[in-house]
């Protein structure tokens, strides 16, 4: 039994589901089990990732709450909906990805003559166009503006929220011994036009090194290992979830 009823399909992304309900306030997200990588040329079904990356983005979304940030998140499913679904509020995705680096890895080395591994002080803030067809561009100040996608207001506060976010999600992955190297975040707009963080942040959208394995690919607890085709994708994962379950308290289940 859930306390709502699903309603008809809204979007349906590369890892994800997202369902009306029977609520206006509320909609239903469920995690895939699809991987994909390079603008979904590479492609797989891993199976246990959707539950893997549900309950650690719930984590994550409780984590960033309990420090102030606003979150789409509103619980996790239950009954046949307990594992992989997560209910939030609606919101209208600004289509920017915001990517954090702390440590220079993944494209910024192959775009620019930075070695991996470099630790960016202060970390660095890109962001992104959201459009696979366009195959998600580096967006300069100059390419937001014509495109009109923010505010200048909307703008400060969307990496400011990005950088709070990076500092919560900083601290608490090192408290587990894991070093948040990047990630990528989206942020929305509520019905009360709040901006709040939205979609996923999971080891699909983040770049996180075992502290604990040196140098090696061994060191690797992300989608990475599925890129690089290093085997282990879900095994790593989930390493990552009870590392965070360790430390963090069960988040909420809806309903
Ligand atoms: P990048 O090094 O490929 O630019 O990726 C930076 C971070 O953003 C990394 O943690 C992975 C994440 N990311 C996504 O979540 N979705 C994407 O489509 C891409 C390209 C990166
Ligand atoms: N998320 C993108 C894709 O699915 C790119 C990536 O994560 O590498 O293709």
Redesign the pocket.
């Known amino acids: 039994m859930t306390a709502y009823s699903l309603g008809k399909l809204l979007y349906e992304g590369k890892a994800k589901r997202v369902h009306a309900t029977d609520q206006p306030d509320l909609v239903a997200v469920e995690y895939k089990d699809d991987a994909t990588a390079f603008n979904a040329l590479k492609k797989a079904q891993l199976a246990g990732k959707g539950r893997l990356n549900c309950q650690i983005s719930a984590l994550l979304f409780e984590a960033l709450a309990q420090a102030g940030i606003p979150t789409h998140y509103l619980g996790l499913g239950q009954g046949n909906h307990a594992g992989n679904w997560m209910l939030a509020r609606p919101v209208r995705v600004i289509p920017v990805?915001v990517?954090i680096r702390n440590v220079a890895?993944?494209?910024?080395c192959k775009q620019l003559p930075v070695e991996p591994g470099t630790p960016l002080d202060p970390p660095l803030l890109d962001l992104y166009y959201k459009d696979d067809a366009y195959g998600?561009p580096l967006l300069t100040d100059a390419r937001l503006q014509r495109l009109g996608l923010v505010t200048p207001d909307q703008r400060r506060q969307l990496e400011q929220q990005a950088r709070a976010v990076n500092g919560v999600l900083v601290s608490l992955f090192d408290s587990v011994d894991l070093r948040l190297v990047?990630?990528?975040i989206e942020l929305g707009l509520a019905a009360d036009q709040q901006m709040v963080v939205a979609d996923e942040i999971s080891p699909?959208?983040?770049?996180l090194w075992d502290g604990a394995a040196g140098d090696s690919q061994d060191r690797i607890l992300d989608?990475d290992r599925f890129r690089q085709d290093l085997g282990g994708v879900v095994e790593a994962y989930g390493e990552v979830l009870k590392r965070l379950q360790g430390v963090c308290p069960e988040p909420r289940v809806y309903g």
Not at 105 to 108: E, M, V, W
Not at 204 to 207: E, P
């Open positions: 990805e990517v890895a993944g494209s910024l998600d990047d990630f990528k699909d959208t983040c770049r989608k």
